[in-house]
């Protein structure tokens, strides 16, 4: 059965420096999504995109994310400057009928 | 806005016991209402979905869910549970057209004793 993929399983980085979460959506699925946990608690949205274009996005996507979708299989979630506070478990999701989560990319941010 | 209310944070039971997972919604529409479990160091695994229809919706693992508007709630059951179901369980609301985000509830965490 198909799935969405995420790499890496585990990113550690410094504070103020740049990472790109990378995932591969089911391939046929048109919409993508973003979703991240903070340790302890909710899975919350950050953004969604379609047709090479944000469609929605949370408060919580500032001007430090950005989304791309850089060839016909890749989804990729770029963050600036990263900050304490950016630690979590980042979900990758797409959907045909329902969302499809990935297993995530776990971030600390040191 | 929508979210949703999970009240129980963590739920012990028998294997063998039924299981209950409450789950309440605030949304101004019809929701699309989902639950989806998450084990350990594991992705979100969606366990079943209400669009429309039948209000008791049967889903993987043995699970199924009620949808009752007049309560706004979507509680998940399991006949028997399994050691195997020890996980947390998440329910989560979208807004009209499947594509739009999910908001989640806080999680239950279920344990399952011998």
């Known amino acids: 059965e198909p799935e969405v993929t995420q790499t890496p399983s585990h990113q550690v980085t410094q504070m103020g420096q740049e990472v790109i979460l990378r995932c591969v959506p089911i391939s046929n699925h048109l919409y993508f999504y973003w979703y991240r946990q903070i340790l302890g608690q909710k899975v919350e949205f950050l953004v969604s995109f379609y047709n090479n274009e944000i469609s929605e996005k949370s408060e919580i996507f500032d001007d430090q994310f950005s989304v791309e979708r850089p060839d016909g299989s890749n989804f990729t979630l770029k963050i600036r400057s990263t900050k304490l506070e950016d630690s979590a478990m980042y979900f990758c999701?797409?959907?045909?009928?329902?969302?499809?989560f990935g297993p995530g990319t776990r971030l600390t941010v040191l | 806005a929508q979210s949703v209310t999970q009240p129980d944070i963590h739920i012990t039971v028998s294997e063998g016991a039924s299981l209950e997972l409450r789950c309440n919604y605030s949304?101004?529409?019809?929701?699309?209402l989902f639950w989806y479990v998450q084990s350990p160091g594991q992705g979100l695994q969606l366990l079943l979905k209400y669009f429309s229809g039948d209000t008791l919706v049967q889903g993987i693992k043995g699970f199924e869910a009620e949808f009752k508007r007049s309560q706004s709630s979507f509680n998940l059951r399991k006949p028997s549970v399994h050691w195997s179901d020890a996980a947390e369980y998440f329910c989560?609301?979208?807004?009209?057209?499947?594509?739009?985000?999910?908001?989640f509830g806080s999680g239950t965490q279920l344990t399952v004793l011998p």
């Open positions: 949304y101004g529409a019809t929701p699309y």
């Open positions: 999701a797409s959907l045909k009928d329902t969302q499809y």
């Open positions: 989560a609301v979208g807004g009209i057209g499947s594509a739009r985000q999910l908001t």
